[in-house]
């Protein structure tokens, strides 16, 4: 058995590719196998040039494009080593990456996922700042709900919590952040205070194309998220078609309506404040105080005067948080 398996899922082949399994392959940490998760493309091995001749890689292979989840959980599912860790086709991970995360889950047997920092770069290699996440662990279970508190491309996480929880399907372009969102209720999670990914972020890069499908998928995940933790059942086919819209704004809108009825009221807040955000019109901004005051109307006491700020501010500021 392996330290640590590598799972990379991809769809098409990219220039971005090959240097993405030699960063894998490059690791100060020798003692990995590294999955290669081809969703359709029939590449071959042959194709890699020498880095396909490395005993740690495997493929495998699935006959067409199953989607990000699908190719996920197929990766996990054919990882033995005891911890996985997780990297985009298209990004670059630094050279003492996985010996640094393993030390940390070694180090701390409690520990179920660890992350790192990571640098933006474009399609050049260019640096482009820094990618968004919390370095403080009792910051990420309330952000969860929201957004992901950690980078999801950097992160490696014991083997049986990947397997515990599943990418889900209903989530196609955003199955991460329902995965972190129910593993930040249920487990912990940490950043390492060093950049050890280069995250590549590029006009056809997944994350901007799909911008309108991951803001729906973002809305019916705080629902979710506010269904467990008021002890009810997800209910997750009522809550997808409820959002199912034709625009994203109009899903946020639906689902502050959705918040409202499960009292979950600065949920429903922040829901409303996104429906403006993705459309900004005098209109748009009656119905977003509107339903804001709603919210408002029916919290009572700390809960009251934080439905105006998350409304005003967004999470950051409301939940008083650090990123990096």
Same mark, same amino acid.
């Given at each position: 058995?392996?330290?640590?398996?590598?799972?990379?899922?991809?769809?098409?082949?990219?220039?971005?590719?090959?240097?993405?399994?030699?960063?894998?392959?490059?690791?100060?940490?020798?003692?990995?196998?590294?999955?290669?998760?081809?969703?359709?493309?029939?590449?071959?091995?042959?194709? !890699?040039? *020498?880095? +396909? &001749?490395?005993?740690? %890689?495997?493929? @495998?292979? /699935?006959?067409?494009?199953?989607?990000?989840?699908?190719?996920?959980?197929?990766?996990?599912?054919?990882?033995?080593?005891?911890?996985?860790?997780?990297?985009?086709?298209?990004?670059?991970?630094?050279?003492?990456?996985?010996?640094?995360?393993?030390?940390?889950?070694?180090?701390?047997?409690?520990?179920?996922?660890?992350?790192?920092?990571?640098?933006?770069?474009?399609?050049?290699?260019?640096?482009?700042?820094?990618?968004?996440?919390?370095?403080?662990?009792?910051?990420?279970?309330?952000?969860?709900?929201?957004?992901?508190?950690?980078?999801?491309?950097?992160?490696?996480?014991?083997?049986?919590?990947?397997?515990?929880?599943?990418?889900?399907?209903?989530?196609?372009?955003?199955?991460?952040?329902?995965?972190?969102?129910? !593993?930040? *209720?249920? +487990? &912990?999670?940490?950043? %390492?205070?060093? @950049?050890? /990914?280069?995250?590549?972020?590029?006009?056809?890069?997944?994350?901007?194309?799909?911008?309108?499908?991951?803001?729906?998928?973002?809305?019916?995940?705080?629902?979710?998220?506010?269904?467990?933790?008021?002890?009810?059942?997800?209910?997750?086919?009522?809550?997808?078609?409820?959002?199912?819209?034709?625009?994203?704004?109009?899903?946020?809108?639906?689902?502050?309506?959705?918040?409202?009825?499960?009292?979950?009221?600065?949920?429903?807040?922040?829901?409303?404040?996104?429906?403006?955000?993705?459309?900004?019109?005098?209109?748009?901004?009656?119905?977003?105080?509107?339903?804001?005051?709603?919210?408002?109307?029916?919290?009572?006491?700390?809960?009251?005067?934080?439905?105006?700020?998350?409304?005003?501010?967004?999470?950051?500021?409301?939940?008083?948080?650090?990123?990096?």
């Amino acid at each position: 058995m392996p330290e640590v398996s590598v799972v990379t899922v991809f769809h098409r082949d990219t220039p971005f590719l090959r240097p993405a399994i030699a960063s894998v392959l490059g690791q100060t940490l020798r003692d990995l196998e590294y999955v290669l998760v081809d969703n359709g493309t029939g590449l071959r091995a042959d194709d !890699l040039g *020498e880095l +396909g &001749r490395d005993p740690r %890689l495997r493929f @495998v292979r /699935l006959p067409r494009n199953e989607g990000i989840p699908a190719g996920h959980n197929a990766g996990v599912a054919a990882a033995t080593g005891e911890f996985i860790a997780l990297l985009d086709y298209d990004d670059l991970a630094l050279p003492h990456r996985l010996e640094r995360q393993a030390a940390a889950l070694r180090a701390d047997p409690g520990l179920s996922l660890v992350s790192a920092l990571a640098e933006r770069i474009d399609e050049q290699g260019r640096s482009c700042g820094k990618e968004f996440c919390l370095p403080n662990a009792s910051e990420h279970r309330a952000y969860a709900p929201y957004a992901a508190p950690v980078v999801t491309p950097l992160a490696m996480a014991r083997r049986e919590v990947l397997r515990a929880l599943p990418y889900r399907a209903e989530f196609p372009f955003a199955a991460d952040l329902d995965f972190q969102a129910r !593993l930040a *209720e249920r +487990g &912990r999670m940490a950043v %390492l205070p060093e @950049v050890l /990914l280069r995250y590549r972020w590029y006009s056809a890069n997944t994350t901007r194309e799909r911008a309108d499908a991951i803001e729906q998928s973002r809305c019916a995940i705080q629902i979710l998220a506010g269904r467990r933790l008021s002890g009810r059942p997800e209910e997750i086919a009522s809550v997808l078609a409820a959002t199912a819209v034709p625009t994203a704004a109009e899903a946020w809108r639906r689902g502050a309506e959705l918040c409202l009825a499960g009292e979950f009221f600065v949920f429903a807040a922040f829901q409303a404040r996104r429906s403006f955000a993705l459309e900004r019109t005098p209109t748009r901004a009656v119905r977003a105080a509107r339903l804001a005051a709603r919210a408002w109307s029916r919290a009572h006491g700390v809960e009251r005067a934080q439905v105006a700020r998350m409304f005003f501010t967004g999470p950051v500021r409301t939940l008083r948080l650090h990123p990096a």
